[in-house]
């Protein structure tokens, strides 16, 4: 009996063995090691913002049908050229997008309510009743589903429950642009530093009423007549920056009565051109968007100091290194 | 075998005597993937898709290697019932991922981990055990529809495992959006609820005063 038993297992046992090794050469799927090199690099957090269902799909996308390696937002550079090493070609740089916040409501005390929602404490819901508890009917909602919704930690809450963005940690996977019902965060390339932080199409009046931070887009237009690149224009009372033109300089965040224009830049110095580097190419004439640099060709070039809007794109082109601020 | 007894079984095994609520077994996965409904979803047809293979496979065993009057070696090994059975669920479950694996990858992608996570699930082997006690004569020759009967009561006791999980999943999404005193945030909620549709789930059985 006991043999029997013994003998019994050990043949199932061998059995099986046998079954399984068979079966596993028999079903063999074959996986392209790209693909598993491709997952181990890509960040695994799953976001989606490449537009493919998961680091695990994309990295199958790029493989199997050929998708771009640049599209995946966490990894960045770092990644996208990793991807190209892998896949053997070159990755082209990519800037890396930021959310941003057109709104400067949605705290506890900068708020006007219409009535007290004591229902389902997300902006989802909360829009679903009478559109929104807030005055402003396109302003934020103030429950957070940007905060919650974010992987990455990139959004934080004040004392004042107002929604910060973190630009080191935002990956710009677009997650936030999804949940919010007003559509208030826009991606937006991490060099624009200037933001118009309204999204009220409502009229001047009425808009202004209605901000519970009294920092409403009122259309008047000043921005736009200020803005030397025409990258401002004024539709449905409401300014918006054409971030694909704005250069940043931050003249219209000077002239906006309401405040409702951010600009991210502290200070702009004013940038020279040191003479004995000047080689006269005229890239940063070509390249300056209000023609403030003057100069014949291969002679030393200048700055007009009134036209300058202290922008610094000339001190980025300049091939030679001729350009400095004035410390 | 008349068809009411086969109704008997199904109602049986998804309803009165659930393996979850009446009897205990699963309850890892009952509390652990029962968070978002997708997922208990998915566990509960992966549930349901290996207790019914599992039932066929150990039926198989139990007749013809452990049981006296029907086994090839005329001899009563249903001692080793249990160490059997779970070798077998395991190659089983492995096997039956290779082939979906190659088959159909959407199946595949469908089930995704929850096929090797269930292999060692006391649901599955207890359905196995619970055949042998309901369907076969221990010491006698076996009940001749005892095959039939044993995938029957598989396929439904997924069915009911898959309901109590897909129910369990719904209330708590719900209660992620409910107002639930900090003390009883989280899983101690979710035991209580479990208690309650325990209770509910009895009523099936009725009442005997």
Sequence with gaps: MLLVSIIVLSVLGILFGIALSFASKVFHVDIDPKIEHIEEVLPGVNCGACGYPGCTGYAKAIVVSGADPTLCAPGGHDVAIQIAKIMGTKASKKERNIAVIHCQSGGINNTNIKFENKGIPTCQAAILLSNGQNACTYGCLGYNDCYRVCPFDAISIDENNMRIIDEDKCTGCGKCVEACPRDLIELVPISKKVHIQCMSHDKGKDAKAKCGNNTACIGCGLCVKKCPIDAITLENNLATINYEKCVSCGLCATVCPTKAIEDRIQSRPQPIIIEEKCIGCTICAKKCPVNAIDGELKKAHKIDEEKCIRCGICIDVCPKKAIEVKS | ?209
């Excluded at chain 2, 209330?171 to 208690?195: D, H, N, Q, T, W």
Aim: with cysteine.
């Design chain 2, 1 to 209: 075998m008349d068809f009411s007894t086969l109704f008997l079984i199904i109602i049986g095994s998804i309803f009165i005597n659930n393996f979850v609520i009446h009897r205990f077994l699963g309850l890892c996965p009952y509390i652990g993937v029962s968070k978002n409904m997708d997922s208990a979803f998915g566990m509960g047809m992966a549930v349901i898709f290996v207790m019914t293979m599992a039932s066929t496979i150990t039926w198989l065993i139990y007749t013809f290697f452990l049981n006296k009057a029907t086994s090839i070696f005329g001899l009563d090994l249903t001692f080793l019932r249990t160490i059997a059975f779970i070798l077998s669920i395991a190659v089983l479950v492995q096997f039956v991922e290779m082939v979906i694996k190659k088959a159909a990858p959407e199946l595949y992608k469908a089930l995704g981990i929850y096929l090797p996570l269930i292999t060692t699930n006391c649901a599955v082997l207890g359905v196995s055990i619970l055949n042998i006690n309901s369907f076969f004569k221990i010491d006698g020759t076996p009940v001749s529809a005892s095959f039939i009967k044993s995938i029957i009561q598989g396929a439904s006791a997924g069915v009911g495992f898959t309901l109590v999980l897909v129910l369990m999943a719904g209330i708590r999404e719900r209660l992620e959006y409910s107002k639930v005193p900090k003390s009883m945030k989280g899983m101690p909620i979710s035991f209580i609820i479990a208690g309650c549709m325990a209770l509910a789930f009895l009523g099936f059985s009725g009442m005997k005063f």
